[in-house]
């Protein structure tokens, strides 16, 4: 018997497409093939299953090829958070078009100053925007309006600072914020976790938060925005969805082996190795939750002047 045999009546009757938004080695793509691997070494399906990429235009490529498959249960698509974010920027596709089925990781930001900064926390950060909202540059990756941009802005409007008069270096990659701020170019960065190691390990960075919603699995001792009290997440995770019409029974059998798939000691393994977070939630309970951040960053997106 299967190690993740479905408890719904209903089964896939035909390959299996799991599609992600990016090209080859991306973060969507390694997202994928983990989930193809355990699917596959555990015989959790009964038909095979394959990744297929489309990548481009910010995952809504990946999206709109979902959707030529409404009602087929045998396509999913993995969409990461700043998914949202252009959906909203440019009036596509919403997640109220597609299916949600489950939500499978948080993944990780980290802020952090050079070592030579006098700023010590993130409150001083705060406190020198309420006075100067020039007083700072922030740098980030890979284009404004994304979750990194979104937290700077709601940083600032604690501060009572203008969000959109940040001082703010957009660039490619984050390993360049990174490198902008050791070098002391760049006030303060925000960037994955993996980006900045480099500069924290050779002491010309110094790590002063992270916008997730909990302590990042290797940073233990790195607090939150919410622990120092500023209630700003940044939300980066990953997610899956279904085509727009497929059935209650269909979502719960996908919600049931990426669940379980998720489970597996190899997808812990793999969370653990990027910096993330296993978070798992159901179908109903991610509509309620997209819902609700699909809101608050079209607001953030409206006063930065990002939303067509």
Do not use: C
Not at 124 to 149: D, I, M, P
Not at 211 to 237: H, I, K, N
């Amino acid at each position: 018997m299967p190690l993740f045999a479905a408890e719904t009546a209903w089964k896939p009757r035909k390959t299996v497409e799991i599609v992600v938004g990016a090209q080859a080695a991306g973060a969507n793509d390694r997202m994928g093939r983990m989930l193809h691997k355990i699917l596959t070494d555990t015989n959790a399906l009964p038909v095979p299953s394959v990744v297929v990429n489309k990548p481009g235009q910010g995952q809504a490529l990946s999206v709109a090829y979902l959707n030529t498959h409404v009602a087929d249960p045998h396509y999913v698509v993995i969409l990461g958070s700043s998914w949202v974010t252009t959906s909203i920027a440019t009036g596509g596709v919403t997640h109220r078009e597609l299916t949600p089925i489950a939500k499978l990781v948080d993944t990780d930001l980290v802020m952090f100053v050079s070592a030579a900064s006098p700023v010590r926390s993130v409150k001083e950060l705060v406190e020198g925007l309420a006075k100067n909202v020039g007083a700072y540059s922030f740098g980030f990756s890979t284009s404004a309006g994304n979750a990194s941009h979104i937290a700077l802005a709601e940083l600032a409007r604690i501060a009572g600072a203008d969000s959109r008069k940040l001082r703010l270096v957009v660039n490619t990659s984050g390993s360049i914020t990174a490198t902008q701020v050791g070098g002391g170019h760049v006030s303060a960065g925000l960037s994955s976790s993996g980006s900045a190691a480099a500069m924290v390990a050779s002491g010309k960075a110094r790590l002063i938060g992270t916008p997730s919603t909990q302590r990042l699995p290797q940073l233990p001792d790195l607090p939150t925005l919410r622990e120092q009290g500023f209630d700003v997440v940044a939300s980066t995770w990953f997610t899956i969805f279904g085509p727009k019409g497929i059935s209650a029974e269909q979502v719960a059998y996908w919600e049931d082996v990426f669940f379980k798939a998720m489970r597996h000691p190899e997808a812990k393994k793999f969370a653990d190795g990027n910096n993330w977070t296993v978070e798992l939630m159901g179908a109903k309970a991610l509509r309620t939750e997209l819902d609700k951040e699909y809101a608050r960053l079209r607001k953030t997106l409206t006063e930065l002047g990002l939303v067509q």
